[in-house]
């Protein structure tokens, strides 16, 4: 089986997974912890090199404070559930902004954790415009700003998986995913079963990548 080297995650659908078992939007974030633990450690078992989980955006700061509070904690978690593995870990966003969390600064530069391995990047209060030096009032003939991807240390990416059922790439990494496939589940991200993820790589296994040639 072709097994792609870069996978990104799109972990959609939490909110609406709280609002169908009764419960407040916020509390989905919690309950989406584990998936990402189960689906890093699916990547290390197939040697995947590299997957990218999309935290929340710029544009999700926008939502109600106890969701911003709720996603944020969720994000944060995830990143220190991971220290306790074998990877090599990078959380790329806006640190300039006061709604990127301070417990996450450390990771800004790639860290190894464990007999490191595989690269596990967490995209947390990240903009496509802000990726790409394009934020409002930006100038990028002054020094300080360079004209080149915040994320240049992300490499390419092969295939994105995304639950929920929308069919967007939301502002994921728009240079690394020019060539990506895109796969949808229709079920929400708590509810992931490994079966979502081996059904993802048997429909990757099958496409015909040409990389436009």
């Given amino acids: 089986m072709r097994i792609p080297k870069h996978i990104g995650i799109i ?21 989406g912890i584990n998936p990402g633990l189960e689906v890093f450690k699916l990547c290390q078992k197939e040697n995947i090199q590299e997957v ?10 926008k ?23 074998d990877c090599e870990i990078l959380v790329l966003g806006n640190t300039a902004s006061s709604c990127f969390p301070k417990e996450l600064l450390p990771f800004t530069k790639r860290k190894k954790f464990g007999l490191g391995g595989i690269k596990a990047n967490f995209l947390i209060n990240y903009g496509w415009e802000w990726d790409l030096n394009l934020l409002k009032g930006a100038d990028i003939s002054k020094k300080h700003i360079q004209p080149c991807l915040q994320s240049k240390d992300i490499s390419r990416i092969d295939l994105i998986l ?14 690394q995913s020019v060539y990506s496939d895109f796969y949808i589940l229709d079920n929400y991200w708590p509810d992931f079963k490994k079966e979502d993820f081996y059904n993802a790589l048997s429909w ?9 040639g």
Avoid at 53 to 61: L, V
Avoid at 70 to 82: E, P
Wanted: charged share 25%; aromatic share 10%.
């Fill in 11 to 31: 972990p959609d659908g939490n909110r609406r997974w709280a609002l169908s078992n009764s419960l407040s939007k916020d509390k989905g974030y919690d309950h």
């Fill in 52 to 61: 990218t989980f999309y935290g929340f955006t710029i544009d999700n700061t």
């Fill in 63 to 85: 939502r109600p404070s106890e969701q911003k509070v709720a996603f944020t904690k969720a994000c944060i978690d995830s990143v220190m559930l991971l220290t306790k593995e």
């Fill in 162 to 175: 995304r639950w929920g059922g929308r069919r967007r790439l939301s502002g994921l990494l728009p240079v």
């Fill in 204 to 212: 990757y296994n099958e496409q015909d990548v040409t990389l436009g």
